[in-house]
């Protein structure tokens, strides 16, 4: 059975280049191909790391699971030196190992330039953390800017299709506090999608401000953005009845979160057009693909 090109080549597919690059040329490390036990202080955390933040209680229990079993599953390093290690793969077990009194970890040695490091650092966390959705936009962001990647080529190397990513992409132009409210849960994906569509910041900080007080539903919010976004309509033609208005704004806020852009419905309630704004190629190529138009 063929595998799935999910999260582009994947992570092993990034040791596995780097194994032979140590077997055809590069230096090779100690005990490389195979599992080391190696001293927990000699190994540095990795500075590509996309997670910000551990969830203390779920790492005191990983720490306690390995003080039982042991750890299951070795760390991934590259060498830097005789004595020091730098980690690609594994922080939370690395964490938990520390926890837990271990003074050595099972690690499996291989190399890596900076690029494999980014790469396989935030591979292995989408696999096994699940970040949120602001860690998952910055390291989408930090994969496109240090490794030169265009959109459709970081989903390639995610298994993500380019709306997916561009929607990560645009929560990175919401205010910072709405940000940090979608970091630390107190919004989701589906509240974040829905001011996403509103263009005033201002507007944006207000429902978000009212999202938290009154606890609303991603549905509610909708609604709380479509009434706006018809009391801000720029004047021109209207509807011939408020119900036909309403429904039109209804339409347009419906498609604007379908599709991640700002769509505009224009009707006298008989005829009327769609227009679908693109910022580039890619997000052209982003909106056909969800119009599934190849």
Do not use: W
């Amino acid at each position: 059975m063929v595998k799935k090109n999910a999260l582009g080549r994947g992570l092993g597919a990034l040791l596995s280049d780097s194994e032979t690059q140590e077997k055809s040329g590069g230096k090779e490390h100690r005990g490389s191909g195979g599992i080391n036990e190696i001293p927990v202080e000699q190994v540095e955390v990795n500075p590509f790391q996309p997670r910000e933040q551990f969830d203390e209680v779920s790492l005191k229990e990983l720490a306690e699971s390995i003080k039982v079993h042991g750890i299951i599953q070795p760390i991934t390093v590259r060498q830097l030196s005789a004595k020091k290690y730098q980690l690609i793969a594994g922080e939370r077990r690395l964490q938990a190992s520390k926890l837990a009194g271990l003074k050595s970890v099972p690690a499996y040695i291989r190399t890596a330039d900076d690029q494999q490091m980014l790469e396989m650092a935030l591979i292995e966390n989408i696999q096994r953390e699940n970040l949120n959705a602001i860690e998952i936009a910055l390291s989408y962001q930090r994969l496109m800017t240090e490794c030169r990647l265009k959109q459709e080529e970081l989903g390639d190397r995610v298994g993500k299709n380019r709306s997916t990513v561009t929607n990560y992409l645009r929560l990175l132009k919401l205010p910072p506090d709405i940000q940090i409210g979608l970091r630390d849960n107190t919004i989701s994906m589906g509240h974040a999608r829905a001011l996403i569509t509103m263009e005033d910041p201002a507007q944006q900080l207000a429902v978000f401000q009212k999202i938290i007080k009154d606890q609303l539903s991603v549905r509610q919010v909708e609604t709380l953005v479509r009434k706006i976004g018809s009391i801000t309509q720029k004047p021109g033609k209207t509807p011939k009845s408020t119900t036909e208005n309403k429904e039109v704004v209804q339409l347009q806020s419906r498609l604007s979160s379908h599709f991640g852009s700002k769509i505009k419905v224009v009707s006298d309630g008989k005829k009327g057009e769609i227009k679908i704004p693109f910022v580039s190629v890619d997000d052209l190529n982003r909106i056909l693909e969800i119009l599934d138009i190849s």
